[in-house]
């Protein structure tokens, strides 16, 4: 039983590439550390299979687009929407609920909920280079302050994976806002939150108390990146030195003297079965620009 790629996780807030085979009972899952300054080179083998729902196979055996940052055909992608939280079905969920503010780049902020019992792993996993708390409660309660602080503050509850990146890019460089300026901005985002109206009785509020991630994804004066990796396909590499980790995305440095910085969406790697790919030192697959964005940031 061959193992396939289930992504980017962030245990500890290190990043790892986890694995698995099987399914249901008999499934299993192991991972690998990913360190900074460490070579990268990895083959994509066959094809790009579906990884079902909840633990269940796919019914069909369905071929997932290489291209994809979904790994599951139509009907298996709706059936794990069914029933995650987003989808509101959980009422009786009788776990605690955080609320958050998440910091992406100067001027780019969301609200979101999170299991309590994960911690800060959710604003990892989506790249928030910064967050606060800001109250903790049941599911429903948590939910309707998350819609409650949309609504109120015009932030979004969800932000585009290219609109992270080039947002992230500033700090990257180095150009963009500094500790305690993102930090700014985060209290006063806080403070609003906090002062409105209309939270339930049942969800607590939390201080402001700003946690950053710049170290933990190693981003700060990283040179901006010159591509993104499009998709995969049978056969082809990718390959280079990993230099920085952000939510799902790997950055890796080309070797050679004009080593450019490819962003690798590892969304893009679950389903497929990895292979070696030693002595490579470039990626053979598709790479990108993002249209109309400029000096480089993606």
């Known amino acids: 039983m061959e193992w396939w790629c289930a992504g980017l996780g962030w245990p500890d807030g290190r990043p790892v590439l986890r694995w698995e085979r099987g399914v249901g009972a008999a499934s299993e899952g192991r991972v690998s550390s990913l360190g900074y300054g460490t070579g990268i080179a990895f083959r994509a083998v066959g094809e790009r299979g579906c990884v079902g729902a909840r633990g269940n196979p796919c019914p069909h055996g369905a071929v997932v687009p290489g291209a994809a940052t979904q790994a599951r055909c139509p009907e298996c992608a709706r059936l794990d929407r069914a029933h995650s939280v ?11 609920y955080r609320v958050y503010l998440a910091w992406f780049g100067a001027g780019l902020v969301k609200v979101g909920i999170t299991r309590e ?13 910064a967050f606060s708390w800001l109250g903790r409660g049941p599911l429903m309660a948590a939910r309707r302050t998350e819609e409650l602080l949309r609504a109120a503050l015009g932030v979004p509850d ?17 150009a963009g806002e500094s500790a305690g300026e993102f930090a700014g901005e985060l209290v ?6 906090v002062g409105l109206g209309g939270w339930p009785d049942s969800l607590e509020r939390l201080p402001c108390e700003v946690v950053d991630h710049v170290r933990e994804f190693g981003i700060r004066g990283l040179p901006v990146a010159g591509g993104v990796v499009g998709g995969l396909m049978d056969g082809v590499v990718v390959a ?3 230099v920085a980790a952000a939510g799902p995305d790997l950055h890796l440095m080309e070797e050679g003297a004009d080593g450019r910085v490819l962003v690798l969406d590892t969304r893009l790697l679950v389903g497929w079965r990895l292979g070696g790919a030693p002595g490579a030192v470039r ?14 940031l993606f």
């Open 158 to 174: 969800r932000i585009p994976y290219a609109q992270k990146r080039a947002v992230r890019a500033t700090v990257l460089s180095g």
């Open 86 to 96: 987003a989808a509101d079905t959980l009422a009786d969920d009788p776990r605690t």
């Open 117 to 129: 019992e994960r911690g800060a792993a959710r604003l990892l996993e989506q790249g928030a280079v």
């Open 240 to 242: 280079g030195r990993l």
């Open 188 to 193: 006063r985002m806080h403070a609003r939150a």
């Open 283 to 296: 990626t053979t697959a598709q790479v990108r620009e993002v249209p109309g964005v400029q000096g480089g």
